[in-house]
């Protein structure tokens, strides 16, 4: 086995104890609306399983082109067993993305609906355990590429595009992986008891502009000295603001550097989607 493949199968066992651990939560915090969750978490496994057991099909189809192993049924063909396999990956990887999506929408649900104290906090550890599984699968599926890449060596143009076909289904249900976990980043960026450690979340994921001089923006919140907005280009800014800063989620501002390592606010007024 690989260096690639040791690493993917052991990202697919990781990835599963996190789906696990999400479905515990989910059981234990979630309210009997939200058992739809549950079916979800168990059919992702199924989707990261089917994902593998593509994967090892293409590895045998790859192990008898270049003749290190022999076919079971005695045919030296190996693209009917290659094709076969990876129509499995591709199929798993369409069906993770649609779970990973319809999950993540229901898990900003529960969130939204629980309300502060216990209730709340049990919400946040089903989101938590949620990022936990979007992370992992992100890295599965980054890691299901390299495999791909590497079974790809030596192998005939046809064959390459069909292991390339396959790498850019897994890049698409990365892609909604990434998609959910900004979600989920930018629901708790608004919540006020949730919302610091959203924002470490957005800075590792890389959500935050880099700060100029002067921006404009809709606040999503102040957290602790930083006001967190949202640009008309869709980027998130956190800039330093000084104890005495007045503004609150919803307020349109102006936010200009002072020079002394703070940023001052001043309203602006939205009148037909243009700015004064």
């Known amino acids: 086995m690989s260096a690639a493949e040791k690493a993917f199968h052991g990202a697919g066992q990781d990835l599963s104890a996190l789906v696990d651990a999400f479905e515990k939560h989910v059981a234990e915090h979630g309210e009997p609306g939200h058992g739809q969750l549950i079916v979800l978490a168990r059919d992702i496994k199924k989707d990261v399983k089917n994902i593998r057991t593509g994967m090892i099909s293409a590895g045998d189809a790859r192990a008898i082109q270049s003749g290190e192993i022999a076919p079971v049924d005695g045919n030296p063909n190996h693209k009917p067993l290659l094709a076969r396999g990876l129509a499995r990956v591709q199929d798993a990887a369409k069906s993770l993305a649609v779970n990973l999506a319809d999950a993540g929408k229901q898990v900003r649900t529960l969130v939204r609906d629980k309300t502060p104290g216990a209730g709340l906090a049990g919400g946040s550890q089903v989101a938590k355990a949620f990022d936990n599984v979007l992370d992992a699968a992100s890295h599965y599926l980054t890691l299901g590429m390299k495999r791909l890449t590497e079974l790809a060596r030596g192998m005939d143009p046809e064959d390459r595009y069909a292991l390339g076909f396959a790498?850019?289904?897994?890049?698409?249900?990365?892609?909604?992986?990434?998609?959910?976990?900004?979600?989920?980043?930018?629901?708790?960026?608004?919540?006020?008891?949730l919302a610091e450690f959203a924002l470490a979340d957005a800075r590792r994921l890389g959500m935050i502009a880099e700060s100029r001089s002067v921006h404009r923006g809709t606040v999503l919140n102040v957290i602790g000295l930083e006001a967190v907005l949202k640009n008309a280009k869709?980027?998130?800014?956190?800039?330093?603001?000084?104890?005495?800063?007045?503004?609150?989620?919803?307020?349109?501002?102006?936010?200009?550097?002072?020079g002394d390592g703070f940023y001052s606010g001043k309203r602006q007024l939205v009148e037909r989607g243009m700015e004064r």
């Open 167 to 193: 790498s850019g289904h897994l890049q698409s249900a990365q892609d909604v992986a990434l998609d959910q976990r900004k979600r989920g980043v930018l629901q708790l960026l608004k919540n006020p008891h």
């Open 234 to 258: 869709g980027q998130l800014l956190a800039l330093p603001v000084p104890p005495d800063f007045r503004f609150k989620a919803g307020d349109n501002l102006v936010m200009k550097d002072r």
